[in-house]
């Protein structure tokens, strides 16, 4: 297992080299992050220049990625434009944890931006991954157990609709109606974007009201479709002969459903959710703007517009790594909680 | 999915009626026996009736008329969704959004297809090199988050394609984009199971024989394989449009989509949520665009089920 671990994290290296290419490459060939530095005035063509060349702009592509990658602090760089190379570099490299100087935010490094707001979205992310594997664990064992009573009708009707649903427009309903309109009903209603009330001040009471809508949109859409997956699921176990043999010796239904029947279905479902976790980060892009939360998802889309290179490259490479570290994670407990597979 | 589809199916015709009958026949009877399925295509005329035949009605200069003194009006009469910012209505706005958008999903899957199945097949039945440098970049494709992909490439893109005159209408640069970039960084499931597919059939009998006569390798590819893997591709095709549909919403809503005037349903969306005043005050401004998106994206979902259920050689009619 060990070794397995170890070759698969090998392996990951080169897809990880590789998607730096691919991303730096779209990234930097398609914007200009200068355009927008002059503020308001126009920029001269000089001026233009000499911050193209101070922040390393000029070079070729691959320059800039090696840049981007091991650093600069092994050379010298033309800063004054007169042709020879005088000033040692300080960039570090992503390879030594420096994701380089934001280009935005100017002077402050890329991962420290990066860093502050990450914890904000997984303030979201993590109760909703709680609330969307409650749910539909919940949701699609008791539609399994009461195949196609009216209750089951009407929850796979609920989630066929929820799960073709864009989230920003479960967001924009559910603002509507647990904000506005009970808020014209008189009852009490539910804050809608930010992350406090700025009358009431950053407390933990404010920043739990502000979640509860956000959390809701993300946990529905999901809900709606892993609680089909975790019916069917349920229900092909149900007809195992081994759930025969455990009713037959005389067990509770309870400890037959729970112990026996969910411990198997439940299998398929790690994986998926295990996959989908890192996903979830890329949702938060949408559900961040819709409800003004300044996590890592509007930041994202703060910066990409403005060509901020390496606060994205960092964005993205940090899912990248998530994603990767998730799929060897989700391996490893498939072959933890099921015996018969082993990895070589 | 290892059974070829037609040596199974008419072995059960036989046994269910006693007339022969053609693997289509029993592919429409299956389907149309799926209650959800059928429901699905219903709605789908109908949505695309609504798209195409309302616009023997409304004019296209109609939907982009701004009239500033029938701002935000609430669903009347004469306006039945509607009016926007702009005084536009809202109703044929989304017949004409409604046209881009469906044609942005179908011609997102087209692309999706064509570049999942050749990456497939040539992975797949290649081997080898070929396999291993197109799987890794599947992979890699694969490891991005999609929406990211997305907006990263949306932003390439952007600008970089001229206006176009098609079947008599303008389509922004953008329209163009969208398609491309959508048709791009979805094909890398269906790629995956083109390859798995391809990587099984190619070791059995009938491709044997093929090579034994001298079939060339495109052949063998496009006439003896292909044929063969079309369920899943199918099914993925059609799924394809849903998820297209819904990922133009996605990229619209962010800003980087669809430009105006031309409206997408993603767009309209867009507009209409920007402003908590907007969604407060003017509900039928996003309710009308997105309840259009779900209806859509949910018929082409239980079609697909549908499809993926009839098409599926292992169900027993």
Redesign the interface.
């Known amino acids: 297992m060990t070794r397995y671990i170890i070759r698969r994290l090998l392996q990951a290296i ?2 990880l080299f ?2 730096s290419v ?2 730096f490459v ?2 930097r ?3 200009d992050p200068v355009a927008t530095m002059g503020g308001r005035r126009v920029m001269r063509p000089e001026d233009r220049e000499r911050l193209s060349r101070q922040l390393g702009l000029d070079q070729p592509l691959y320059v800039q990625y090696l840049y981007w990658l091991i650093g600069n602090d092994w050379t010298a760089i033309d800063v004054d434009g007169d042709g020879v190379a005088e000033t040692p570099g300080t960039q570090r490299g992503v390879l030594r944890g420096e994701f380089g100087k934001s280009l935005v935010v100017r002077g402050e490094q890329a991962m420290d931006i990066i860093m502050e707001r990450v914890p904000r979205t997984l303030l979201l992310m993590i109760p909703a991954e709680f609330v969307i594997i409650l749910f539909s664990l919940v949701v699609g064992i008791f539609s399994a157990l009461r195949q196609y009573s009216i209750a089951d009708n009407v929850i796979t009707a609920v989630s ?2 929820g ?4 989230i ?2 479960i967001a ?2 559910s ?2 109606l647990f ?2 309109k009970f808020k014209e009903w008189g009852l009490p209603y539910l804050p ?2 930010g992350m406090f009330d700025p009358q009431m001040g950053k407390t933990p009471s404010q920043v739990m009201l502000h979640m509860v809508l956000p959390i809701f949109s993300i946990a529905f859409i999901s809900i709606a479709g892993y609680s089909r997956y975790v019916r069917s699921q349920m229900l092909e176990t149900m007809h195992q002969d081994y759930i025969r043999t455990a009713r037959a010796k005389g067990l509770q239904e309870s400890a037959v459903v729970f112990l026996h029947a969910l411990k198997n279905a439940s299998l398929p479902l790690v994986t998926i959710i295990g996959l989908d976790i ?2 979830l ?3 938060a ?2 559900t961040e ?2 409800f003004s939360w300044p996590g890592m998802g509007l930041l ?2 703060e910066h ?2 403005r ?1 901020d290179v390496p606060v ?1 490259m960092g ?2 490479m940090l ?2 790594v998530a ?2 570290l998730f799929q060897l994670l989700t391996d490893v407990t498939y072959a933890w909680l099921d015996p018969r597979i082993r990895y070589e | 999915m290892e059974t070829t589809g037609e040596t199974a199916a008419i072995g059960w015709g036989e046994q269910t009626s006693t007339t022969v009958i053609t693997w289509r026949q029993i592919v429409w009877r299956r389907f149309r026996r799926h209650k959800m399925a059928m429901f699905g295509a219903i709605m789908l005329v109908l949505l695309v009736g609504y798209c195409f035949g309302g616009a023997l009605f409304v004019s296209e200069e109609y939907a982009n008329h701004t009239d500033t003194s029938l701002v935000l009006q609430p669903p009347s009469r004469e306006h039945p969704f509607g009016t926007d910012t702009v005084g536009r209505d809202i109703m044929a706005r989304t017949i004409y959004g409604g046209q881009v958008s469906v044609l942005i999903g179908l011609s997102a899957a087209i692309i999706e297809v064509v570049a999942g199945v050749l990456i497939g097949a040539l992975a797949g039945y290649y081997g080898g090199l070929v396999d291993g440098i197109l799987m890794r970049f599947t992979e890699a494709m694969f490891t991005i988050p999609q929406l990211f992909l997305l907006l990263v490439m949306a932003k390439f893109f952007a600008g970089k394609i001229p206006t176009v005159e098609l079947l008599g209408r303008t389509f922004s640069g953008s329209v163009i984009v969208i398609v491309a970039i959508i048709g791009l960084t979805s094909w890398m499931y269906l790629a995956r199971i083109v390859r798995a597919d391809f990587l099984s059939l190619k070791e059995r009998e009938f491709i044997l024989a093929a090579h034994t006569i001298g079939t060339r390798n495109l052949a063998i590819i496009g006439r003896h394989i292909l044929p063969n893997t079309m369920a899943p591709i199918i099914v993925a095709a059609t799924l394809g449009v849903a998820n297209a549909i819904l990922s133009e919403a996605y990229i619209s809503f962010l800003g980087l989509g669809v430009q105006q005037p031309t409206a997408t349903w993603g767009n309209m969306l867009q507009t209409a949520s920007s402003g908590f005043h907007k969604i407060q005050n003017a509900p039928w401004f996003w309710f009308f665009p997105g309840m259009l998106i779900v209806l859509t994206v949910m018929s082409i979902n239980f079609l697909g089920d549908g499809l993926r259920d009839a098409l599926d050689p292992t169900t027993v009619t």
Do not use: E
Request: hydrophobic share 70%; charged share 0%.
């Open positions: 080169p897809l590789f998607i691919i991303l779209l990234m060939s398609s914007s066929f609709v799960y073709s649903m864009p920003f427009f924009l309903v603002m509507y904000a506005v809608t974007v890192p996903l980060l890329a949702g892009v949408v703007t819709i994202f889309i990409v517009s060509g994205v964005i993205l899912i990248s994603v990767v």
